[in-house]
């Protein structure tokens, strides 16, 4: 009797993950990756980290601004670019050395003008363009999203923006492209996609001696803007593992607390 | 009942982990507060002291403070050496207040101070203020002298001189 | 049941607080001493759950408020520092937006456990009509929360809701336009929904206040639904219940700790985490999953008004439950045919919340007129009629009684005689 309301809440359980499962699902499926940073304990591979930052630097961020990400971001805790010698970010010579091959917008000076001064650990990533319009205009229209929390932002996360990026192919027989300067991509909504084809072989050349095939370039590209979409992560995951252990430890105690208490009365 | 100890076991280290978590709990919602780390990251700026001419003052920010860049005249200098540091009320020498060039020789022409009255805060007015020809805040009357000591008034210390370093003769690098 | 107080000031201190501010008094009353039913089971814990659930929103929220720039140009941008730079702002952003879900999830168990026990029933209805004031009052809150980082689907989510104002004659632009403050979803209205968010729960605080006292003059309801008769029947709160209550708590936030620390985002929605662009629209907006049963019912009907209409009185229907129920008998437990009921009634929801995330089209349209007809007829018919023609079940002459025999089922000399009228 008692387990009727069980009963109904194990059913409604059943529901409801049922209805998410259903929700999630996306009109093109993105096949599924396994990732260096996914599950429980995964933690984003150091050295794709690195290789992903090369991709985004020199092909990306010709169109795509990440205006949420700091050069000192890079040398964070979980970071591409993390050295235990320095756990101030700000003070780390790879990230001052990164910072600095930019020319950086400043001031206004004494005299009102503005003025161009070397990057620094604080400052923003450069944007391409000065503004959306800018950027739509050079880009036949449509406008190249912020890539900071395209992780995120996006409804296949990781697996999507991996299959995206290499995802271009012949157009099928018979589809044409609503207008001009668009390319057939499989798993864009839609299908037809303003962004060029970016990584063709080759495209980078890894410091590291890695190959850069587009398989390679996508996954590092991939997991470096997964980071950047939750720099945190790591942390996250570490935390909650000590959290969960502490209050199932809790929890534990409590149980026999509760039995003790009610040992002598009956219910 | 028949094991009162037991009982007590339990009631102690579920109360104690309790109370343990809680504690724990409480520190992020302290450390929040703490400076960000975009606030941090902003702790340093640069100074071009090439634009400050002779006699002529320029406030800076750095952290959200006003810092003062001083190019004193030989005049100030002179004063400020002049003076016996062992009746002051926060002892130090001229050459104590400045921060040497990376080969070691000193600049005595250019003071970098925070520009905050170290009584309760105030901006303190320069130009040769006061009555020890330095600095003067209006707030509570303290006089400061050519060196940024405290001579006259409530403030109890001399004004800060903030970490910085020379990058180069004319460049400084204030935290 | 909240009887004569049995606080006795030892001290002199003790005494002479007492005799000017009865606190530990009160204290002691309704915290420690009060008589509670012995037979509560788990469903009765999350009443303290939620009070705890409050406390973990408002203090996690006045932290986001310090770092929160209310502003259009600002909003998402300063949503992303706190994840990225405020020290541990990244934990306490994902606890109080997941705990608006957690909020939901016990609310939502603490509403059906009173709908199964017949706990909006006489001596208690004023305590229910408080609970569904509280749940208006969350569902703003909730409402104004998720505005406010500014995505896709918080300026969508705006417009939409704000837009169903519009749908009431004659003055339905006049309104809309006033809680906009402006022509559009806007800066003026991001702030008046800051200002407003960050007021509720400390209203929902109060009303909560209020809920409790009406708990403590009739006492808890019990899973019998038989009232307490005698002292037989309780045990004081402290030990009994804060200790099954806490243990229960901690169940609940290891829940918690789950969605927090392992699937931050997955109660959320991917299109919030591309800035408002009041020029795109996403091609499928959704409201966050508690608000998808209500959802449902607004595009049940084709007409607008009508849609609206039915939206919000399906909560108003909630309002007179009290008096739509006509059977003496609490508890579903002795209820044969109403358990039914109430089964597919919880069923009818559920699926009301699954079709308000799919588009309104085809089975799913068929499906949610269903649930909603379902929904009301609940109320407006069934609860009515069958409380007048049902047999209930034999009930125990007491809630000890009910304890000492087979769970529920009275002993086999308590049968013979009726149930006294609760
Ligand atoms: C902020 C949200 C709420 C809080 C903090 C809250 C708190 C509480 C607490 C502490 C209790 C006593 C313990 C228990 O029986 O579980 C209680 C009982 C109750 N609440 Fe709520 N409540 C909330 C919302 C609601 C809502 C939305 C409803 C219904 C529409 C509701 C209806 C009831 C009823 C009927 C009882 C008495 C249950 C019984 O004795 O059988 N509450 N509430
Ligand atoms: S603050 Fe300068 S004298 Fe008081």
Redesign the interface.
């Known amino acids: ?2 387990s ?2 069980m009963r ?2 194990l ?2 359980v059943a ?2 993950t049922s ?2 499962a ?2 999630a699902e996306e009109e093109v499926h993105a096949p599924n990756q396994d990732w260096s940073f996914e599950g ?1 304990f995964g933690v984003f591979d150091r050295a794709s980290l690195q290789r992903g930052y090369q991709v985004y630097r020199e092909v990306c961020a010709a169109c795509h601004s990440m ?2 990400m700091y050069f000192r ?1 890079l040398g964070q805790e979980g970071g591409p670019f993390h050295d235990e010698d320095y756990p101030n970010p700000n003070d780390n010579p790879v990230i001052k050395a990164l910072s600095a091959e930019f020319q950086i917008e400043d001031g206004p000076d004494d005299l009102g003008d503005m003025f161009m001064r070397p990057g620094q650990t604080s400052d923003r990533f450069p944007a391409p363009y000065p503004n959306d319009n800018a950027a739509r205009a050079a880009n036949g229209g449509a406008h190249p ?2 890539l ?2 395209i992780v ?4 296949g ?1 990781a697996d999507y923006l991996d299959a995206l990026l290499t995802g271009y192919k012949d157009a099928p027989e018979g589809e044409e492209p609503p207008r001009a300067g668009l390319y057939y991509n499989e798993y864009f ?1 839609g299908h037809w996609i303003a962004m060029p084809p970016q990584l063709t072989e080759g495209r980078v050349t890894y410091e590291d001696g890695t190959e850069a095939t587009p398989e390679q370039m996508a996954e590092d590209v991939t997991t470096f803007l997964a980071w950047a ?4 992560m790591e ?3 570490r ?3 000590g ?2 252990i502490f ?2 430890i ?2 534990g105690l ?2 026999l ?2 039995k003790e ?2 040992r002598d ?3 | 009942m028949s094991e009162p100890s037991r009982r007590d076991f339990i009631y102690i280290a579920a109360g104690a982990a ?1 109370a343990a978590g809680g504690a724990l709990t409480l520190w ?2 302290i ?4 400076p ?4 941090l990251a902003l702790a340093s700026t640069e100074v071009d002291l090439s634009q400050v001419t002779e006699g002529q003052q320029i406030t800076v920010m750095w952290r959200g403070k006003p810092v003062f860049v001083r190019h004193r005249t030989p005049a100030e200098i002179e004063e400020a050496r002049s003076v016996d540091v062992s009746g002051l009320r926060d002892p130090a020498t001229d050459q104590e207040r400045l921060v040497p060039l990376s080969g070691g020789e000193y600049q005595p022409q250019f003071l970098i101070m925070v520009g905050i009255c170290t009584h309760l805060g105030c901006v303190p007015l320069g130009n040769r203020s006061g009555d020890y020809d330095g600095w003067f805040c209006p707030c509570h009357g303290s006089h400061y002298d050519t060196a940024g000591r405290i001579r006259k008034g409530p403030a109890p210390k001399n004004l800060e001189v903030p970490g910085y370093e020379y990058l180069s003769d004319t460049v400084v690098k204030i935290g | 049941m909240s009887g004569p107080s049995t606080y006795e000031p030892k001290t002199g201190i003790e005494k002479w607080l007492d005799s000017r501010l009865p606190i530990v008094r009160f204290s002691q009353d309704t915290m420690i001493n009060f008589p509670t039913p ?2 509560l ?1 788990y ?1 009765y814990t999350f009443g303290g759950i939620l009070s705890l659930i409050l406390v973990v929103q408002i ?1 996690t929220g006045i ?1 986001l408020a ?2 929160y720039v209310a502003h259009v140009d600002y909003a998402f ?1 300063s949503v ?2 706190i ?10 952003q ?1 606890i109080h937006a997941n705990g608006a879900s957690m909020f939901f999830l016990a609310v939502y ?1 603490h509403m ?2 009173g709908l ?1 026990y017949g706990s909006y029933k006489a001596p208690r209805e004023i305590l229910w009509i408080l609970g569904v004031v509280i749940f208006l009052l969350m569902m703003a809150t909730a409402f104004m929360g998720y505005v406010l980082p500014w995505g896709q689907m918080s300026y969508w989510g705006a417009v939409v809701i704000t837009n169903l104002f519009g749908a009431l004659p004659i003055i339905g632009e006049t309104i809309t336009t006033w809680l906009w403050g402006g022509f559009s979803v806007d800066n003026p209205t991001l702030n008046r929904f800051f200002s407003l968010h960050y007021l509720l729960p400390f209203a929902i605080a109060g009303v909560v206040a209020l809920h409790v006292w009406a708990l403590h003059v009739p006492g808890n309801n019990n ?1 019998t639904g038989v009232s307490v008769k005698s002292g037989k029947d309780t ?1 004081p709160f402290h ?2 219940y804060t ?2 209550d ?2 229960a708590l ?2 609940f ?2 829940l918690f ?2 969605f ?3 699937m ?3 109660l959320g929605h ?2 919030n ?3 408002a662009d009041p020029l795109v629209t996403p ?1 499928h907006i ?1 409201p966050e ?1 508690y608000f998808l049963p209500f959802y449902a019912i607004l595009r049940a009907i084709p007409d607008k008004l009508m849609g609206v209409l039915a939206m919000f009185a399906s909560i108003g229907v909630l309002f007179i439950l009290p008096w739509l129920d006509t059977s003496r008998v609490r508890s ?2 002795y209820r044969p045919v109403m ?1 039914w009921f109430f ?1 597919i009634f ?2 009818a929801c ?2 009301l ?2 079709c308000g ?2 588009n309104p089209e085809g089975w799913v349209l068929h499906a949610s007129r269903l649930a909603t007809v379902y929904y009301f007829a609940y109320f407006l018919l069934i609860l009515p009629i069958v409380g007048l023609i049902e047999t209930p079940k034999p009930r125990p002459a007491s809630i ?1 009684d009910s ?2 025999g087979d ?3 009275p002993r086999s000399d308590t049968a013979a005689t009726p149930a006294p009228a609760e």
Do not use: C
């Not at chain 1, 995120?152 to 409804?155: L, M, N, P, V």
């Open positions: 009797m008692k009727d309301m109904v809440f059913i409604a529901l409801l209805t998410t259903i929700a429980p205006d949420y971001m999203p912020d900071s929390v995120k932002a996006r409804g996360g909504a979409s939750e720099p945190h942390t996250r995951k935390m909650g593992f959290v969960i209050l199932i809790l929890s409590t149980f607390a509760y208490v009610w009365v009956e219910h | 309790a992020p919602f450390d929040q507060m703490n960000a780390a975009d606030t | 012995k037979n089971n469903w203090v932290v310090m770092h941008e992303q520092r994840r990225r730079d405020v020290p541990w702002g990244w934990m306490i994902y168990l059906f456990r199964y899973p045990v030990p009994y200790v099954k806490g243990f901690l169940l936030f290891i700790a789950v927090v620390f392992y931050p985002d997955i991917a299109d985490y591309i800035p091609s959704v999953w579903m437990r358990r089964l919880v069923g559920l699926l919340g699954y995330g799919q000890a304890i000492h769970r529920g089922k």
